[in-house]
């Protein structure tokens, strides 16, 4: 998922590193008034994991291979805002050091490998924490399901910024039924990988996991384990559930690869007639026939963002005193 | 999206792009790329001329252009999305070798392949010619938090330890006739992935300690100061001020 | 003349609800070395991290005559140096240099101070030329050369090392008790090896399950077959403490 140098147009760069650099500092700014510093080197370690993590590409289907990405595991190990930072941090590193993902492309990597997977998946956690019980399977469940809805999201992110920056004649629509199907695999993986490792860390040092510190460590210990068969069933059939309800909305858009390369740039002319002043990228919406149900497709997604990553941040803010490390 | 190991990225050398002060270099990157990811991708020759500019930058800096040609290999999954493109694209068609191609989607390949190499060569040599706590301390001199270059240096810090223990678990689980190839034979790694990360939090609460014990209150004691001279800067600016000659002449000329 | 450091009545239990000390007794006189032995899991090197105030249970702990407090966590950190059971763990910069420059760097020392301090510290143990290294690239016994350094350069006046000779070969044992005996600072080594502890500690104390259950001289401790059995301690074969070099 780390995108390249000159992936998106310039002006797309330009808004997310914005976006990007507003929630960072944001997040600085309240990490600040409450930081103990003992969570400096737990980060250090969240991030080295996540790093490594995602040098494991895991197959998904034919052929695909998708990796970590951690925004959700680290927001609820670390809490939001150390975890979007830590993850950020992760993503600058790679584009510098190790040139995996453009310099100039950091506002939109950030953007979709850490704010919107840290924040949304924290706003998702916290959801699915007042719906499952308040024990430590509990917390690996909403942690499993947070993951994997981080990975939906971050490539609902994705595809929304093509439709603004696209430089290559490939509809939203492709790209989004692509990114969202095949994302929605990863994100199992995701779930799998976040639920395991929360649950190592409860069992071990529950008195760390931030998401978890409302609970009684000492109960912790006792309880009995969510059996990983289970969980990756479970985790399949949310994906599936999930994925049959996007491929509804997404079904009259092309699918394949060879309708769209068949289509005659007729579509096209009508479209940049209909779009004329429109600020999306003419190469996301043209070819498409439906160009007003991919709109639809990516307002509901980009609602859907801004809910769950608002929420993620609105209740860090409001329980900044969960952002702590052992003492 | 591999990174390799931490130690073959840094080339030791003794050229004066090595000992440029971190932060001159890491802002005349960082200028460097946004010039060439700005350039309109129908100035071909430009592109081409930026190629020769960081390829004398390397050489400049005694790195053998093999080992930046090595390294670059790390960008072949966007190649590869790239050389998708011609056939995925929609839009007027031309006539390649007897295939028939996206004229747009042509340009659109080759905009993301030029972009991306003089990107990732960029980050490649700057990892080249500067360690990466130097290049920390240099994203720390312009202006860049200090709580955000703590957490990366602690982060490069686990990283090589953490590399050569997935390697090690790697070839355990091979040794023993794993080979993962669908989703639902991850639990091995889904298992080790959680004792790797309790190893590697409780020695990262260790060494934290060992710094509590010598006194450190949350920010690490500057001990690098390198003011960089008004040379310095001159030189450093070498790489982007050429970029741009090139891309306002390339406006004019196109 | 007040003790170098003291320990009354210290009891710390770790979040998992593990008793580690349960009630620890001990004073150092200024100017000894005093090994402390015991099996696995005694609580040795949680007693060492409680004595600078990296962990804080109930009781005291006092250095030099101060007590520790919140206040003067600060100050216990400068009087005690924690050389740690792992060097991995204590060595973390970029090269020895700027890893031994680390500490004094924190207590507000810089410019041609602090580069007198580092050479300082690495020439007593010896260890100039590891100076440019990066620590991670050192021996085993670099390291905990290198180790003993970043702690010396905080001029301590109490120097604890948790298990300096583990990993270490039998030359390169002897050659750091011939290092520590040359350091003129009062220490604490808590050490599993002890023909090392006789050849360096004039006294000995025994920790088992979070106390204190025996102290006095070495020899005689070290010649008590009974107690140390008991601890799960045991001389090497065929070596007798009062036959040692001493
Ligand atoms: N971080 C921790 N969390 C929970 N329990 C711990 C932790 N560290 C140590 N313990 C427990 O506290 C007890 C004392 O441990 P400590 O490390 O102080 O022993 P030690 O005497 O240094 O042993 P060794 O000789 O093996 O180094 C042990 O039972 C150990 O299991
Ligand atoms: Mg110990």
């Not at chain 1, 004329?276 to 963002?305: H, Q």
């Not at chain 2, 670059?72 to 068609?93: C, K």
């Not at chain 2, 007897?98 to 905009?111: D, E, F, I, K, T």
């Not at chain 3, 399950?209 to 107690?227: C, I, S």
Request: hydrophobic letters at 50%; aromatic letters at 6%; one cysteine or more.
């Amino acid at each position: 998922m780390h995108a390249p140098d000159g992936f998106l147009n310039a002006g797309t760069a330009v808004a997310t590193g914005a976006i990007s650099v507003g929630t960072v500092s944001l997040a600085l700014r309240q990490l600040r008034q409450t930081i103990n510093e003992k969570q400096v080197p737990l980060a250090g370690i969240a991030a080295a994991f996540v790093f490594a993590a995602q040098m494991f590409n895991f197959p998904v289907a034919a052929g695909t291979t998708g990796h970590l990405l951690g925004g959700a595991l680290a927001a609820i190990l670390l809490g939001p805002h150390m975890g979007a930072i830590a993850v950020t941090v992760v993503v600058v590193v790679q584009a510098i050091v190790f040139a995996d993902g453009g310099l100039t492309a950091l506002g939109y990597n950030v953007l979709n490998m850490a704010i919107v997977p840290a924040y949304g998946g924290y706003g998702a956690f916290r959801l699915f924490r007042r719906l499952l019980p308040a024990t430590g399977s509990g917390v690996m469940a909403a942690t499993g399901l947070a993951g994997l809805v981080s990975v939906a999201m971050s490539a609902m992110a994705f595809s929304i910024e093509w439709l603004f920056g696209a430089t290559a004649p490939v509809s939203f629509a492709q790209v989004f039924t692509g990114m969202v199907g095949v994302h929605f695999l990863i994100g199992v993986g995701e779930a799998v990988i976040s639920a395991m490792a929360i649950g190592a860390v409860l069992a071990s040092r529950p008195d760390i996991v931030a998401g978890a510190a409302d609970l009684d460590i000492a109960r912790i210990g006792g309880e009995r384990r969510i059996p990983l068969r289970t969980f990756i069933i479970g985790a399949l059939a949310v994906a599936l559930f999930l994925g049959a309800v996007v491929s509804q909305f997404a079904i009259d858009g092309p699918d394949g690869l060879e309708s769209v390369a068949g289509e005659t740039g007729l579509a096209k002319v009508a479209q940049d007639h209909a779009l004329d002043t429109s600020i999306f990228s003419d190469y996301a919406t043209a070819g498409l026939d439906n160009e007003s149900l991919s709109l639809a497709i990516a307002g509901i997604a980009g609602v859907m963002i801004v809910l769950a990553v608002g929420w993620g941040i609105l209740a860090a803010v409001r329980d900044r005193g969960g952002d702590r490390a052992a003492t | 999206m591999g990174a390799g190991h931490a130690h073959a990225l840094y080339v030791h050398e003794h050229s004066l792009v090595h000992h440029l002060p971190p932060q001159v270099k890491v802002a005349s990157a960082i200028a460097f790329v946004i010039i060439v990811a700005t350039t309109p991708r129908e100035d071909v020759w430009a592109f081409v001329a930026y190629g020769a500019a960081i390829g004398s930058v390397a050489l400049f800096s005694r790195i053998e252009l093999r080992f930046v040609l090595v390294r670059m290999l790390g960008i072949l999954p966007f190649i590869a999305f790239a050389s998708l493109l011609p056939f995925v694209a929609s839009g007027e068609q031309v006539d390649v070798f007897g295939v028939a191609m996206s004229r747009s989607g042509l340009w659109a390949a080759w905009n993301v392949v030029a972009k991306a190499s003089l990107g990732a060569a960029t980050s490649i040599v700057l990892a080249a010619t500067t360690e990466v706590p130097d290049i920390l301390a240099g994203l720390n001199k312009l202006k860049v938090p200090a709580l955000f270059t703590s957490i990366a240096g602690f982060m490069v810090r686990y990283l090589e330890l953490m590399v050569e223990e997935i390697g090690r678990m790697r070839v355990a689980m091979a040794s023993r006739g794993y080979d993962p190839r669908w989703i639902w034979q991850a639990r091995p790694i889904a298992a080790s992935t959680g004792a790797l990360f309790i190893r590697s939090y409780e020695r990262g609460e260790r060494v934290y300690d060992a710094m509590l014990a010598r006194g450190y209150t949350g920010e690490m004691p500057d001990l690098r100061r390198r003011d960089p001279s008004r040379r310095d800067w001159v030189v450093g600016s070498l790489l982007p001020a050429s970029a741009l000659i090139v891309a306002l002449l390339a406006r004019v000329i196109t | 003349m007040t003790a170098a450091l003291e320990a009354h009545a210290l009891e710390f239990r770790y979040p998992d609800g593990r008793m580690a000390l349960d009630g620890v007794e001990l004073v150092v006189d200024r100017g000894h070395r005093v090994a402390l032995l015991g099996p696995n899991g005694a609580g040795k090197t949680t007693l060492a991290l409680h004595l600078n105030g990296i962990l804080r249970g109930s009781g005291s702990v006092v250095i030099g005559g101060l007590e520790l407090n919140d206040e003067n966590l600060a100050e216990i950190r400068r009087r005690v140096g924690l050389v740690f059971q792992d060097a991995n763990d204590q060595l973390f910069m970029p090269t020895v240099a700027e890893d031994v420059a680390f500490g004094p760097a924190n207590l507000g020392i810089d410019g041609d101070l602090l580069d007198r301090r580092v050479e300082e510290a690495l020439g007593r143990v010896d260890a100039m030329a590891l100076a440019p290294r990066p620590p991670h690239h050192l021996s085993g016994g670099e390291k905990r050369s290198a180790a003993i350094a970043t702690a010396l350069a905080m001029e301590p006046q109490v120097l604890v090392l948790d298990e300096p000779t583990s990993g270490l070969d039998p030359q390169g044992r002897r050659e750091l008790a011939e290092t520590l005996r040359t350091l003129d600072v009062t220490m604490l080594v808590i050490t599993h090896d002890l023909p090392f502890a006789l050849a360096l500690c004039e006294k000995s104390v025994i920790m088992d399950d979070g106390r204190v259950v025996a102290e006095g001289p070495t020899k005689e401790v070290l010649d008590n077959e009974n107690l140390l059995r008991r601890h799960r301690l045991e001389m090497p074969f065929g070596f007798r403490a009062g036959s040692s070099p001493g």
